[in-house]
């Protein structure tokens, strides 16, 4: 789908899909409930995604939506990577935050930072065949990001990099790196720069993997770099802004956890809807009962207002809009909306909601994350608030 018709698009019904998006949307959906559905319970017992699965996501187009088909992708829209990330996590959001870090983040920073030659070596082999992940955080500096001590050191040819990065995403399945590190600390947050790194360059290694509550099957892992050797022609962007290219790619990833959220929100309301209209009690089917009706009456309308927001803050970004405090908005409720769906999913599903033989429990678990990951819950509150009163 265009750009022009996303602008189009953008004066009608924010709900209502354009024949491409529908068509995507099936696809994904298919593929969700046929590939992924049978495997969920294993991959987050056994805390791995399925190989043969991350195949089939590549060979579906899923890892590059938004990349331009001159590099094998499907030169979507950013609100299609949305609604994949969307109806992914409906079935699994482990799977639905694989496929949202490589899109969203990896290759929306690529496609808005790298140049000509980095594009066209990177975002090929990411549409193709190689996992992406997005360096940022380390175990000193989360929300105050800007605060990374992962040192630079620029030589003749090449630079070299020494520090640790914490809680990456797709840690243990990536080969292609976007990791942020300091060329100058004296300079503060104007001396971050944003360099990609190969798994197989020089000094780099994979470190310990995190043994989660939710979003079992995605991995999350410490990243060492010990003199790794990063060449001059990997640096991405200017050097010294990558302030600049982290904090804006964020920005626009924190709308790909909201899809995430959607995604958990749906999966539960809908198992919840399913299960109460076949749990009979006192003679009924729980769902005739007035008091559960109206359970589940909430539980859609704070999945609707969810979904409002994310497509919008989606839209926005598409049409070329500002976003940003709708990307905080949508983020924060999203995640507070899964997480109260989910908790109630549980509830609707009695001493059955509690145990892992239904799916509920696992979208409550995995639900915890939107409040944490991408900016925290007081972080959104804090853009907000900056947005709406002004000043610092
Ligand atoms: C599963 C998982 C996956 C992740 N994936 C990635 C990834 O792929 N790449 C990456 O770079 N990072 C990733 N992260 C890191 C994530 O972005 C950080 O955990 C998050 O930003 C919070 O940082 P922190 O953990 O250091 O918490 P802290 O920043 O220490 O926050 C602790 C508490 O203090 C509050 N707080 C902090 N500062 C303020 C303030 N100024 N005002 C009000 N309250 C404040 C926070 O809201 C929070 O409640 C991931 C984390 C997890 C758990």
Redesign the pocket.
Known sequence: MTHTTVEQLAAGPLTILSEDEEMFRSSVREFAEGELRPRVETMDEEKKLDPELIKQCFALGLMGIETPEEYGGAGATFFTAIIGVEELSRVDPSVGVFVD?QNTLVNNALIRWANAEQKKKYLSQLAAEKVG?????EAGS???AFALTTRAVETSDHYVLNGR?L???NGSEAEIFIVFANVNPEAGYKGITAFIVERNFPGFSVGKKEN?LG?RASS?TELIMEDCIVPKENVMGEVGKGYKSAIETLNEGRIGIGAQMIGIARGALEASLRYTSERVQFDKKVNEFQGVQFQLAEMATQLEAARLLVYNAARLKDAGRPFLKEAAMAKLYSSRAAERIASQAIELYGGYGFVKDYPVEKFWRDSK?GA????????QL?TIAKLIIGGK
């Open positions: 870090v992940a997005y360096a940022l955080s989360g929300s105050d990065k809680w990456i995403t989660k979003i999350t994350i944490i990951y991408e900016g925290t819950s007081n972080m804090q």
